[in-house]
């Protein structure tokens, strides 16, 4: 099932959070993600270094004013999120340690949000992340991006590579119509282990998923492309 999403221009009470170099935010994890309100906008410049962080979006905005996590290029440059070394700072209510780059929802879930124009990377099982209780290896099953509890997300103009899966998400009902638009996947699987089946470029299993517009090239181990367990 195709759905249709329309968003507008943020209303006049809506913040912009500016991450990067000579802006006022140095980490994306500084900004108050998690006092984001409707129409709020986070823009993550690109800077040479990686942005080695793993964040938590359990925030929701409206259909008509989305929250927006955008990656701001430069020369044709996108910000890149590297999982290798990325540290977490805020806490879980419901843990996925060591399963994220990106997580979406967390006991409230996290809707009506747009993330878009980021390189997401190395979120992979021969990587280390660093955490409240000091360093650990990423599961296999590391998602790039985590939709875990949220409805009406899109995900645009993103590459995501190098992980256990690039996009996971869990199942209905806490997950419906997320759309996956005009991304480059490639690369995704079990870094221990290549012929590991279980991980996957994308693997769905909420409700009413749409994927439009995307390039997609090898995994990384035996997995595939696309698996969808969902409904449509």
Known sequence: ???????????????????????KYKKIS?????DLNPGDIV????????????????RSGTRQNPIIIRGVGHKGKLPIIDGKFARQEQ?????????FLIK????????????????IRNANNKNTTIESRG????????????????????ISNCRIYSCGNGILTYHGPEVTNLTIRKCTIYANG????????LEHNV??????STIEFCRFDAPYANGQNIKDRGKK
């Open 135 to 154: 360093k650990r290896l990423y599961a296999g099953n590391a998602a790039g991006i985590f939709l875990r509890y949220g409805q009406h997300v899109l």
């Open 190 to 197: 079990d870094h221990q282990n290549r012929d590991s089946f």
């Open 91 to 99: 806490k879980e209510n419901w843990p996925n340690s060591g399963r």
């Open 104 to 119: 979406i929802g967390d006991k409230t879930p996290g809707s009506y949000l747009r993330i878009e124009n980021l390189v």
């Open 43 to 58: 823009e993550i410049f690109y800077r040479k270094e990686p942005y080695r962080e793993r964040i938590v979006l359990r």
């Open 1 to 23: 099932i195709m759905c249709l999403l329309v968003f507008t221009a943020s209303d006049a009470s809506s913040k912009i959070y500016e991450v990067g170099p000579k802006k």
């Open 203 to 208: 693997y769905l299993e909420g409700e009413q």
């Open 30 to 34: 500084s900004v108050p993600l998690d």
